[in-house]
């Protein structure tokens, strides 16, 4: 796989100026390929992972 390569933020957060904290805007950029064969594998394992946890979690509280 190769490496991301940033966008030259070393937090990757943008915050908007404003005076109110509560309405801060958290902006990232990401530049993935949608259409990558790597992508679709990740997306893939990270759903398993997911509903494995979502089970794993859905029998504790069964319990």
Do not use: W
Request: hydrophobic share 25%; proline share 2%; glycine share 10%.
């Amino acid at each position: 796989m190769s490496e991301r390569q940033g966008s030259g933020a070393t937090s990757g957060k943008d915050q908007t100026s404003g005076g109110n904290d509560d309405q801060k805007k958290v902006q990232e950029d990401f530049d993935i390929d949608m259409d990558a064969p790597e992508t679709e594998r990740a997306a893939v394992a990270i759903q398993s992972q997911f509903r494995k946890f979502q089970k794993k979690k859905q029998g504790a509280d069964d319990s």
